[in-house]
């Protein structure tokens, strides 16, 4: 019962695709004809229901592993630089007030901060090929970090033979570092910030595409239906109601895993990466403020500001004003660092470093007054030992301030690490198994037409 | 002819005033000439005066008091002078004696001068030495000296506060200051000199500069004399001279202008650069004090004519020997005090 063309053949040769046209309009004029079509582009709309659906959960998941593999750890790293650089910086000081020879102590911490720094660029460098501005703070950093070490080692060989020319390439290596090194690490740091923005989004960006071709196959298949129960009279052909069960479940499935992906990462945004960058800065304050104090004692007065202030003096004022706010007691109000990072963090465990940072902040600010009152009077002595003496020092207190954040630091990224992959487990097998449910819709759209189409035989 | 006598008449009325303005100069000149000739004809070598390497100094003859009177308007010649010296304790020595203790604002950061040994974390130099004789006068054997360091601009407002007793920092004389503070008589003499490789072509403050970057601290007498007389240098200024010579030995700059006594300093710590040519400005150093502590002024005369006395074996001498010789040589003596009363 084959339809053949009842066009009677012209007198030339027709293609194929002009002939085949005809046979489909031909069939199209027959019911079963009709129905292998209508089967046909069911199949279809549920096939690529099914492959969009796919391959936009897969982008997804891919951005979101790169948000907890790739892009959340460049930038930890480039705030570990960033550290480690003020860090080398606070030491190599450190070291000058200590005498004519340093500490083991003192050298190792500077050797090891040095080292970091330099590991972290090789990472950073080898992992910057998708951004041009990364790669360019990178080989700025490549290339003033030696010129910083040399300019250290000289001040310590002429810290050695007692010359007053170490304390000035010191303060000359601290002004490399202030305005060549620190924001190049800085530009990094915002580089890496943006790319990890950049993964959150296209991570957390709604797949329409894919709920909208799930729409119109469903829609079609209802239709389908309709038309067959208009015709039949008979409501429930298995073969489509399976193709629009699976279909259905398989666009729930994609809206609801997409949800609960975008709800974790934007938690582990939220309550890990904010809180990661807010703790990260306070921890840079604070060691920029470390080292301004021990510069003040290296200087000696040597530098002053516009308005005849010491110039370290000024600039730990202004780094402490930055951490925990204008007053040298009690809370740290809003818009200064230990003030955002006890708002953002979110549980007790999270805020109890950060109020115990504060509080250690507070008693840094204390001690340091004494000292400025020591070394006013002409005491150095004294004032040195109020600085870097092991007991009731500013020392100790930068210490402890450094331990406060460091443990709320492993605490946030903690949390940052549980929520995005809550998030990612979110969509794991969403990709597959659209594709096995909408192979298997399609197959039962065909397979439901076919048995509608078997009564014409 | 009634025309000519009114013109006559008018010219007569002209020449006048004229007239007895050259008649007033003329005196004025004859009185004044031999005063000022007979200043020069003062300038002759006597004893324990700067020798040639700083030939370009006044030089000043011992003791001999300027025939100025006692409020004079303050000139660059005349401002090394100060009271002269006497032993009395007026209020202001007895307020030292009272309170126990001399403090003295120093500098901690000049090489030789006044600056603290890494080593024994004491200070020492120059400044401090003399600092710690003049404490040793007025409080006795092992006085209590409190230093206290002072930046460069705040010498005068520590002194106006009180917060210090004197300031013996290298701080150049000059009639600008002593209409602030009060100065001793000058003990040591120096000026703006150049400091550069030893094999730079640089020899002088002169031509020799063009097209070289110069580098000089910023707001100091130096920076002023650079942009007053550039010679075709770049300049460059930094916060503290000390940076200078880290800009020189970076290779960020070929020669440095600063005080002589500086530039020593400087010297005496990298040895391959050296002073070069003479001082080209006239700078005394002085102790300086509180305006009205008039007896304390006295009194530190008294105690830096004891200072200079005593040919090579002063106390200057020695101090000269254990800090300056080896980069400022050829300085036969102190300087002479000059008085205006």
């Not at chain 1, 002939?19 to 129905?35: C, Q």
């Not at chain 1, 945004?269 to 807010?278: D, F, P, T």
């Not at chain 1, 010491?310 to 818009?335: Q, T």
């Amino acid at each position: 019962m084959s339809t053949t063309s009842v066009s009677p053949p012209a007198t030339g040769r027709r293609t194929a695709w002009a002939e085949g046209l005809d046979e489909l309009r031909a069939a199209a004029r027959t019911e079963p004809g009709r129905l292998r079509v209508i089967g046909a582009v069911l199949a279809l709309l549920v096939v690529v229901f099914g492959t969009v659906a796919a391959w936009q959960v897969t982008n997804r998941a891919a951005a979101a592993d790169d948000v907890v593999e790739h892009s959340q750890p460049l930038t930890a790293d480039a705030a570990s630089i960033y550290r480690s650089l003020a860090d080398a910086d606070t030491t190599a000081a450190a070291g000058f007030l200590t005498g004519r020879t340093e500490s083991g102590a003192i050298r190792d911490r500077y050797a090891a901060d040095l080292s970091t720094a330099s590991a972290l660029l090789v990472k950073a460098a080898a992992n910057s090929s998708g951004s041009p501005a990364a790669r360019a703070q990178i080989a700025r950093l490549n290339s003033g970090l030696p010129r910083y070490a040399g300019l250290v080692e000289t001040a310590r060989a002429n810290n050695r033979q007692g010359l007053p020319l170490g304390g000035a390439y010191l303060r000359y290596a601290n002004e490399r570092m202030r305005t060549e090194l620190l924001p190049a690490a800085r530009a990094l740091y915002d580089a890496e910030t943006d790319r990890l923005a950049a993964d959150y989004r296209a991570a957390g960006a709604r797949p329409w595409l894919a709920m909208g071709a799930g729409v119109v196959a469903i829609g079609a298949l209802g239709w389908a239906q309709r038309r067959h129960y208009r015709r039949t009279n008979r409501v429930f052909n298995r073969g489509l109601v399976a193709a629009t069960a699976s279909s259905a479940v398989v666009l729930v499935w994609l809206v609801a895993g997409h949800t609960v992906a975008r709800t974790g990462l934007t938690g582990s945004y939220e309550h890990g990466a904010r809180s990661l960058r807010v703790l990260n800065e306070a921890r840079i304050d604070a060691l920029q403020a470390r080292g301004d104090e021990n510069l003040t004692l290296v200087a000696r007065g040597a530098v002053l500001t516009g308005g005849g202030q010491d110039f370290y003096e000024a600039g730990f004022r202004s780094g402490m004003a930055d951490l925990a706010g204008g007053g040298e007691h009690g809370d740290a109000g809003p818009g200064n660092r230990l003030g955002a990072a006890l708002a953002l963090a979110d549980d007790e465990a999270g805020r109890r470093p950060v109020r115990e940072a504060l509080t250690r902040v507070r008693q840094w600010q204390e001690r340091h007054g004494a000292a400025r009152a020591a070394d006013d009077k002409g005491d150095y002595e004294r004032a040195l030992a109020k600085v870097i003496g092991p007991e009731g020092s500013t020392g100790e207190s930068f210490d402890r301030v450094a331990a406060g954040l460091q443990r709320a630091l492993v605490h946030e990224q903690a949390e940052f690490r549980s929520a995005a992959d809550a998030g990612r487990a979110a969509l794991r097998g969403l990709a597959v198994g659209a594709g096995v449910l909408a192979a298997a819709g399609a197959v039962g759209a065909v397979l439901g037409i076919g048995r509608r189409l078997a009564e014409y035989r | 002819m009634r025309v000519r006598a009114r013109g006559l008449v008018n010219l007569r009325a002209v020449l006048a005033p004229v007239a007895s303005g050259m008649g007033v100069m003329a005196a004025a000149a004859a009185v004044l000439v031999p005063a000022l000739g007979g200043d020069a004809a003062r300038d002759t070598p006597g004893p324990g005066r700067v020798s040639p390497p700083a030939a370009t100094h006044r030089t000043y003859v011992p003791g001999t008091a300027q025939a100025a009177p006692a409020l004079a308007p303050c000139t660059a010649r005349t401002a090394a002078e100060s009271l002269r010296p006497s032993t009395e304790d007026g209020a202001a020595v007895k307020r030292i004696k009272e309170k126990g203790q001399l403090v003295v604002g120093v500098d901690q950061n000049t090489y030789r001068w006044g600056y603290r040994n890494p080593a024994t974390g004491e200070l020492e130099g120059f400044d401090i030495d003399l600092a710690r004789a003049i404490a040793e006068d007025i409080l006795g054997p092992h006085p209590p000296v409190v230093f206290k360091a002072v930046p460069t601009n705040q010498r005068i407002p520590a002194l106006q506060k009180r917060s210090v007793d004197m300031v013996v920092r290298t701080m150049t004389i000059n009639c600008v200051r002593k209409q602030q503070v009060a100065f001793s008589t000058s003990y040591f003499q120096a000026g703006q000199q150049v400091l550069a490789p030893v094999a730079s072509k640089v020899t002088a403050f002169d031509d020799s500069l063009r097209g070289k970057r110069v580098c000089t601290a910023a707001g100091s007498t130096g920076e002023t004399a650079l942009r007053a007389r550039p010679h075709g240098a770049q300049v460059l200024t930094v916060p503290n001279q000390l940076d200078c010579l880290v800009r020189l030995q970076l290779g960020r700059a070929d020669a440095v202008v600063t005080d002589s006594a500086l530039a020593a300093a400087q010297a005496a710590q990298d040895p391959t650069v050296e002073l070069k040519g003479k001082p080209f400005t006239d700078e005394s150093y002085g102790v300086a004090m509180n305006k009205d502590d008039t007896d304390l002024v006295r009194r530190v005369n008294k105690v830096l004519d004891d200072y200079r006395g005593g040919g090579t074996k002063s106390p200057w001498m020695q101090a000269y020997r254990t800090w300056l010789r080896a980069d400022l040589p050829g300085i036969s003596g102190p300087p002479s005090p000059q008085y205006s009363d």
